[in-house]
């Protein structure tokens, strides 16, 4: 039976230990972490991706525990909608919205389609003929899934001269708390504010700002709370009823320049490892998922990087290109792009729509 090793148990590793588990492959997940998933934050997964969900019979699942979600779009911070989405044209277009949900859920989900997981089991080195070290042994395997993450140290081994993650000059924060409201996100001067409704009468928060790297605040909910005051309702009075323990900050970072081939030898690069990207197309863990179908579905690894290289090059810059725009703090450029999206708003829903077909219309190399 032919074996393969995956290095890490975050959304794209934990999918490709599923898809190639269901291949007829015998699997080994390590994690270097004592549990799976500890993010407690929201997760939205794209038509594109539950379409390769569907490949290892997890789409319906998540269809069943996520919220969809609903007709929201963008807006300034004062409230005003600058264009609208609808979840109904979406489903009509792509045969499904895009959906939210826990991570955790997610993960669990997957967790439980994959082999178990070797938890607390740091992998040290690996090398291109399929050598896996870690503090307990030596693995060997036919394959390696590299699905260590933005900071992978697999990618840093094959590729030492490749330049690493570059900050995007935006941190973010993420939180979950109780309520119900209409999804949508606010751009300001610099700063961006989600607001997502997941089921359960919860809401997935999030929002970004300009921010010097690895920067903490003394209260992270203060700092929010100081960022957005006077933004449009439901911002403020959901800040008020945020548990200050759930707000996570993570600095923003993507791979600027992509790897040469995401394989060497019996090594495959997955997921963040490969292309890690900024958060603004919500598509970071949705490419990880089709990186795993489309790894445990394609018969050798240069097949493998000839589909994903040039499928995900051009989503990290276009998010790249959002951020950017979402970062601007200049009068002037705020309304020229706000205007821009105003005007590209009126165009329709299905018009905005349209503009998402090259990364919402993938379709798996097979159908379930
Ligand atoms: C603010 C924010 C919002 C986001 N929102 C979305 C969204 O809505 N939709 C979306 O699709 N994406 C989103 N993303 C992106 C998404 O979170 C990532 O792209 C995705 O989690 C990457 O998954 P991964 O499995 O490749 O890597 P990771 O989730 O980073 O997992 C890597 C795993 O490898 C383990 N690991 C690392 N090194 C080792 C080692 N040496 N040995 C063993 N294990 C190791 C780690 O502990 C970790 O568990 C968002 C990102 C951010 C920052």
């Given at each position: 039976m032919r074996h393969a090793v995956v290095v890490g148990a975050g959304i794209g590793g934990l999918t490709a230990a599923a898809a190639l588990k269901q291949q007829g492959w015998a699997v080994t997940v390590l994690e270097r972490a004592a549990s799976i998933e500890p993010v407690g934050a929201g997760l939205a997964i794209a038509p594109n991706a539950l379409r390769a969900l569907d490949v290892i019979g997890v789409g319906d699942q998540v269809r069943k525990l996520a919220a969809f979600q609903g007709s929201g779009g963008i807006r300034t911070k004062?409230?005003?909608?600058?264009s609208r989405t609808s979840a109904e044209a979406a489903e009509k277009r792509y045969g499904d919205p895009t959906v939210l949900l826990h991570r955790a859920v997610l993960a669990n989900l997957l967790a439980e389609k994959a082999p178990e997981i070797e938890l607390n089991t740091p992998v040290k080195l690996v090398t291109a003929d399929g050598v896996v070290s870690t503090s307990k042994g030596e693995l060997r395997a036919d394959l390696v899934v590299a699905?260590?993450?933005?900071?992978s140290r697999v990618r840093q081994t094959l590729f030492p001269s490749l330049p690493g993650p570059v900050y995007a000059g935006v941190t973010s924060w993420r939180f979950i708390a109780d309520g119900t409201a209409q999804p949508s996100e606010s751009w300001g001067d610099g700063q961006v504010f989600g607001v997502m409704p997941l089921v359960g009468e919860q809401i997935y928060g999030y929002a970004t700002a300009p921010a010097p790297p690895g920067g903490t605040a003394p209260g992270e909910l203060a700092e929010l709370r100081r960022l957005f005051?006077?933004?449009?309702?439901?911002i403020p009075a959901l800040l008020d009823r945020t548990?200050?323990?759930r707000v996570i900050r993570t600095d923003i970072f993507s791979l600027e320049t992509a790897p040469?081939?995401?394989?060497v030898g019996k090594v495959a690069l997955l997921g963040d490892a490969a292309h890690a990207m900024t958060p603004n197309l919500g598509q970071g863990a949705c490419q990880a998922i089709e990186d795993a179908i489309t790894l445990a579905y394609t018969t050798d690894l240069s097949a493998y990087s000839a589909a994903r290289l040039p499928r995900t090059t051009p989503i990290v810059k276009r998010s790249r290109t959002i951020s950017r725009m979402t970062a601007w703090r200049n009068p002037l450029a705020v309304a020229a792009r706000d205007t821009m999206i105003g005007l590209a708003g009126r165009l329709g829903t299905t018009a905005a729509l349209r503009q998402m077909d090259s990364v919402f219309a993938w379709e798996p190399p097979v159908r379930p």
């Open positions: 004062t409230g005003k909608w600058l699905a260590d993450g933005i900071r005051a006077g933004w449009h309702d439901p548990d200050p323990a040469p081939a995401f394989h």
